[in-house]
C-alpha cells in the first residue's frame, strides 16, 4: 500500500468555522490530490498540486483553499464550513501525469452540522 | 457537463456469473483509463487501467476492453465472486494533452450474490 496518511478520519465541527484535513505522504510523489465523494456525484476534484508551492483548481474548489509547503503534506482547509461541504474527502497521490495511477488515501469524513 | 460517465448506479449478479461494468467518455483528449474498486469506509484502490493505443488489458479475472470510435469501455470480471462486491469507478486522464488530473464517473454498485 502507498503510504499516505490522511488525518483526522472523523470530524464534526460547526457551520462557519474553518477546518483543515492533511494528507500526508512518505511516496515522494510529486503530484496530489484533494477529491470529495458525494451520494450521486461520485468523486470530484477540489484542488490538486503539482509540487511544492504549486497548486490549482478543480472542478469543485469554491470554499475550499489548499497549501503545500513541503513534498510531504497536502493541506485542505474550508475557510468557513457549510453544510454543503459535509462530505467524505479523499487524498491522492500520483507519480507524474504520464503515469496517472493515483493512490488514495482512507478517507476524512467530515460532517458540518 | 460530465465527461465520464457510468449510467448504470448498480449491477447484481450471481457468483461465477461474468460481471460487466460500462463507461462512457465524452473528451477526445482522453488517452488513459482506469478502473478503481471501493469497499465501504475505506479509499479507492487501483484495480486496471488501459492506454488508447490498446482496445484490451487483462489482469487475471480483470480485463478492460476499449472501443475508442465509441468513447466506451467496460470491464469484464470473470468469474465474479462475493469479495468483487464494491463501488467500480471508471477514471480518465488526457496525459498527452499535458493534464495532471483523473476524471471519475459517479460509480456503480456491483453486488455479487453467493
Known amino acids: 500500500d502507498a503510504g499516505i496518511t490522511q488525518s483526522p478520519r472523523h470530524k464534526v465541527t460547526e457551520t462557519g468555522t474553518p477546518v483543515t484535513l492533511r494528507c500526508h505522504q512518505t511516496e515522494n510523489h510529486r503530484y496530489m490530490y484533494w477529491y470529495r465523494q458525494d451520494p450521486g456525484h461520485g468523486l470530484r476534484l477540489i484542488h490538486y498540486s503539482y509540487g511544492v508551492k504549486d497548486t490549482d483548481k478543480g472542478e469543485v474548489s469554491d470554499g475550499y483553499s489548499v497549501s503545500r509547503s513541503k513534498t510531504e503534506d497536502f493541506l485542505l482547509t474550508l475557510e468557513s464550513a457549510t453544510s454543503s461541504q459535509t462530505s467524505v474527502y479523499f487524498c491522492a497521490i500520483s507519480e507524474s501525469p504520464i503515469r496517472p495511477k493515483a493512490f488514495f488515501g482512507q478517507g476524512t469524513r467530515l460532517t458540518v452540522v | ?114
Not at chain 2, 487475471?60 to 469507478?89: C, E, M, W
Open chain 2, 1 to 114: 457537463d460530465q465527461q465520464v460517465k457510468q449510467n448504470s448506479p448498480s449491477l447484481s449478479v450471481q457468483e461465477g456469473r461474468i460481471s460487466i461494468l460500462n463507461c462512457d467518455y465524452t473528451n477526445s483528449m482522453f488517452d488513459y483509463f482506469l478502473w478503481y474498486k471501493k469497499y465501504p469506509a475505506e479509499g479507492p484502490t487501483f484495480l486496471i487501467s488501459i492506454s488508447s493505443i490498446k482496445d484490451k488489458n487483462e489482469d487475471g479475472r480483470f480485463t478492460v476492453f476499449l472501443n475508442k470510435s465509441a468513447k466506451h469501455l467496460s470491464l469484464h470480471i470473470v468469474p465474479s465472486q462475493p469479495g468483487d462486491s464494491a463501488v467500480y469507478f471508471c477514471a480518465a486522464s488526457a496525459t498527452q494533452g499535458g493534464s495532471e488530473k483523473l476524471v471519475f464517473g459517479k460509480g456503480m454498485k456491483l453486488t455479487v450474490n453467493p
